[in-house]
């Protein structure tokens, strides 16, 4: 089955900075592949996506990239505010089911 | 449009005891996913059910089962439960099979004693 792995854990940034989140998959017919934020005592909640037809998303502060050759994707989030701390997760889709990452604890130091 | 639905929120059991938890999907949504999250750690997929059959199964042993119905609603059954089974159960469905949103529901809380 399909296999995520996401670094780092824990990121910690200053306000203003960027952060970046990265994600590797095992499985090639994997073809969709959301990101999630989770906040504290919340449900998960869909931010961007990125379908494998398309290389790179972008959102007003948030972006994503796929390579597929490589199997990886990176959320990148620019101009960290404090309300983007949260637990950021990946995941990849194939026709069996949806896999996440373990997840990046994000902290945004004011 | 009223989001994906869980119940209960909380529920505290005994070690022993079983436990079920009920989702209701979207509107709409045929397929549903069940993912359990122990405190401070990822989502680990259970089950995924779509058009009312099981499709695939996570890494967790057959206490873990569960159903979909006719009308696409579910629910989760873990038979003797074991004190590491303390966690939050999120349900989410999406609408066909693969590739497309997977919306959560704001989980079950099961506290295993």
């Known amino acids: 089955g399909e296999n995520v792995e996401q670094h780092p854990s824990t990121l910690s940034v200053q306000e203003g900075d960027s952060a970046v989140i990265k994600c590797t998959y095992s499985?090639?017919?994997?073809?969709?592949f959301p990101w999630y934020k989770q906040e504290l005592g919340k449900r998960p909640q869909l931010i961007i996506d990125?379908?494998?037809?398309?290389g790179e998303k972008k959102d007003q502060r948030i972006a994503v990239t796929l390579n597929k050759t490589a199997k990886h994707f990176s959320l990148h989030i620019t101009e960290t505010q404090p309300e983007d701390s949260a637990v950021y997760f990946c995941?990849?889709?194939?026709?069996?089911?949806?896999?996440f990452g373990a997840g990046t604890r994000l902290t945004v130091k004011p | 449009e009223a989001g994906v639905t869980q119940s209960p929120t909380h529920l505290i059991k005994t070690r022993g005891q079983q436990a079920t938890l009920r989702c209701s999907p979207i509107?709409?949504?045929?397929?549903v996913y069940w993912y359990q999250q122990a405190l401070g750690l990822g989502l680990q997929f259970l089950l995924w059910?779509?058009?009312?059959?099981?499709?695939n199964r996570g890494n967790f042993p057959p206490r873990f089962s569960g159903r979909q119905f006719p009308n696409y609603s579910s629910e989760l059954n873990v038979n003797a439960l074991e004190l590491e089974d303390s966690a939050l159960y999120l349900c989410?469905?999406?609408?066909?099979?693969?590739?497309?949103?997977?919306?959560f529901g704001a989980g079950s809380r099961l506290t295993v004693l």
């Open positions: 995941a990849a889709h194939n026709n069996n089911d949806m896999r």
């Open positions: 499985d090639s017919a994997s073809n969709y």
């Open positions: 990125i379908r494998s037809n398309v």
């Open positions: 509107s709409g949504h045929t397929s």
């Open positions: 059910y779509d058009e009312g059959e099981e499709r």
């Open positions: 989410a469905s999406l609408v066909g099979g693969w590739a497309n949103v997977l919306t």
